[in-house]
DNA sequence: CTGAAAGCGCTTACAG
DNA sequence: CTGAAAGCGCTTACAG
């Protein structure tokens, strides 16, 4: 490169005032100002390759001076990957949703991972297109923590072969784990705990979604592990009814205790998640009926609000940090197979005010 | 091209087993397939130029049978432009955030275009690199929907050159637009509320994030909209305190009225956000205190869960869909300037059971 | 430690 | 209506 090529063209002279200059610098711009090669300014980029330290500074001057962003697009096409992770779930309005997507953030960003996040709205065709979406991003790994599950998707994200991990669905193979959480053993602590408190009439609430196509895999499992562990329990007197209803989880639930009153002996009701306990608190609170006097309630998910609810809700609780632990580990896979990545996660009663004695005078029995 | 080639190779033969096939379909695969040249391939698959309906067949068959999916960093980088449109928020767990970026992402599709969400979690640090990376994105605009906001993320954005839209922050320029809340509006209302009900002592209640930098530009403006309400007002003997506490919303909320109880006189309270104000619903509550008896209670957001707290909430109301609206139509821009795409979005008071006459006998009296 | 060249997988004029 | 060619802005061997 000659002497000459440090005067600097008219168009490095603009780039001085940024609110003017508007065309985006690119990589050849930076290595004509830093007068260097291409290479060089990559290798300063992505911090590979020996670089002298005077050159170093050189590059990263001109790279401030020209305010230098690679493009995106261009560094992923040429690397032919990316540090992308995909996280999918149904819908970041729950919180439990928002908290996990959240920890899983955090932990990515820990390894040098992004995420990229995308809401299903628990609709079998954004669930479909969402993961068509992931899969021509060329993400590193794609974490699907949805309550609704598609055969169809799972099959195109096997056959792509890049790191998965599913929540709650499907078997280890070689690129996808599956992380479970122990929605029965969770469901058993609840109806022991109330058992233990004398309660033998029981409610189970669980919401659908409109449109949504079959039920929600997250709440079958807590339906059955409650069928379950009712049967199991070996004490005399106990019945127990499950309600469906249809909406977001805080009108299914008022919607259920509704429908539920004067046709359903119970003194404990049981919700399938906190937001579904929720509207169940409004349902019999509207009713004058008093928690825990008149009835128990026990949520599922230990989301944040929980605390705040009057009275603070009894719930079970999902560990947060295990799981994004799980699935960033089973994402990034340092050797470990997908059978080993694959685990199941302990769940936990959270004992708050919501549950007590049942009272049998209670205006809520039939 | 010879009749030869419909000879399938031995590689396009394996394509059928997609669960073997793992590497990548491209689109010269599918123009192999579908013996045609790439230019029709891309043609039949962005709907532009002239295709026989045979051929597009043809090449739709290819597709479907190579499991082909364009490569998003590819077909970005030859386009020069996505269809994307990036939102920054400044926290999914917030429900009136997640309601607002779920908003605008159905208004989004509705126009062909994709989000990308970003959380800054109130931090200026990841707020600006928030912004830095939808930049290298190459985004067709970028909403910055957060409660803080960055002076020099802002002057990023301006010098990208990109459409942008601001909440509550900065003027209209010649790229970017500002859609305004009238929090000071809503704010008015809800004072005139309690006034009218007879109320004379008010809390207000705001919340900081710890390392979050400067104090929410919302919150200044809801603060400043109460205290001008309260100052307005004209009635004699009216008090109103402001506290401040620090952590997650409905933490503070509760942190408050633990301070404010027995040092503070007053008979309604005001809180910053819904989840304030659920914060301040336990911190009563657990005291013993009666909504609205014993203290009146006013949020802002109107967030779904208002309708299920106990009692539900009054609260301010912003209007979500109008907001999407607002911000796409800034962003897409169709011949307006962003002078006539900035607008002040009318608020409103829902008023539910939080609030009612005030009782000069309680227990909140200090 | 540095430079020139090939290539990532598309799109888009352009010429037919 | 279709094909061949250039180019998007990078990274990565490769040769020096």
Redesign the pocket.
Known sequence: ?SKDDNVSSPRLTKTFDTSVFKA????????RLA?????????V??G?????????DRVQAAIVQLN????L?????????TQILGVIVSNLENPFFAETANAVEIEAERHGFQISLMATNFSPVRHRSSVERMLGARIAGLAVLTSEHDEQSRKLILASGIPSVFLDYGSPTESSATIRVDSGGGMRLAVEHLLALGHRDFLFVRNSHKGAGPPLLSHRLRDEGFAAAVQDCNVPGVHAHAIDTEGPGADAGEKAIAQALGSIRFTAAVAVTDTVAMGMYRGLQARGLSIPKDVSVVGFDNTYFCRFLHPPLTTVDIPRTELSRAVLAALLRKGESCEELSSTLATSLIVRQSTGPPNRQSKSMA
């Open positions: 490169m985006k610098a690119k990589i050849q711009d930076v290595a007068e260097v090669s291409l290479g060089t300014v990559s290798a980029l992505n590979k390759g020996r670089v002298s330290t005077a050159t170093r230098y962003r690679p493009d697009y261009a560094s992923n096409l040429a690397r032919r990957n």
